[in-house]
Structures are given as C-alpha cells and as structure tokens.
C-alpha cells in the first residue's frame, strides 16, 4: 500500500488563482526593486534651529526687567507672546525682534 497523498489535478479556478498570485508577487518584487533604485541618496541636513519659548523670568532678565513687566507687556500687545496652557511665554526669535525694534526707535539724550 502507498502512502503518498493522493493528488487530483487543479481546477481552472484554482489555476488561474495561482497563476494571479505568481503575476503579483512578481509585479510586487519589480516594484520593490524599482524603489531601491530610485531612492535618493542620504545627506546629512543640518536640523532647523527652533524657536525657543521663555518664561516670564527669563523675558525680564534678558530685559533688565521684572516679570511683572513683562505680563503688562504681554497684556498690552508691546511684546508678542504665545499662551500655552495656562501660561504666556515669548519666543525667542519674538524677544529679538522686540529689542531690534526697541533699538531702532532712538537712542537716550
């Protein structure tokens, strides 16, 4: 007695199934290859410098000021401010062009 499984001869259907996923993952391995060679070569970028946020104090040492100041400023629209959370901070590029404006407006007599 054998004992090798009996095989019968694939359908049609089942044919034209293999036949498909043959043609797909030949199509996909194409693909995949075409990727690897359009892909462009790695260079290093330097990384933007980000904005910085400064607290209140931070704000007011740069400026010689008290923080309290620095609230009034932020209240009155002098000085640009970002509120995050429950708190307002200052971006350091804002800062910067709070002192250029402020040494552009004239020097003391």
């Known amino acids: 007695m054998s ?3 009996v095989t019968r001869d694939a359908t049609p ?3 034209a199934y293999r036949q498909a996923a043959e043609s797909l993952e030949s199509l996909a391995n194409a693909l995949r290859l075409m990727a690897v060679a359009d892909e462009p070569k ?16 931070e704000v007011g040492e740069r400026l010689g000021m008290k923080p309290s100041w620095v609230r009034t ?5 002098t000085l640009a401010g970002v509120k995050v959370a429950s708190v307002w901070r200052v971006k350091e590029s804002e800062l910067d062009a709070y002192i250029r404006r ?3 407006a004239g020097r003391p007599k």
């Open 3 to 5: 004992t090798e499984p």
């Open 13 to 15: 259907r089942e044919r």
């Open 42 to 57: 790695l260079r290093a970028v330097p990384a933007p410098e980000k904005d910085r946020l400064l607290t209140r104090a």
């Open 73 to 77: 400023a932020l209240g009155n629209g």
């Open 102 to 104: 402020c040494e552009r």
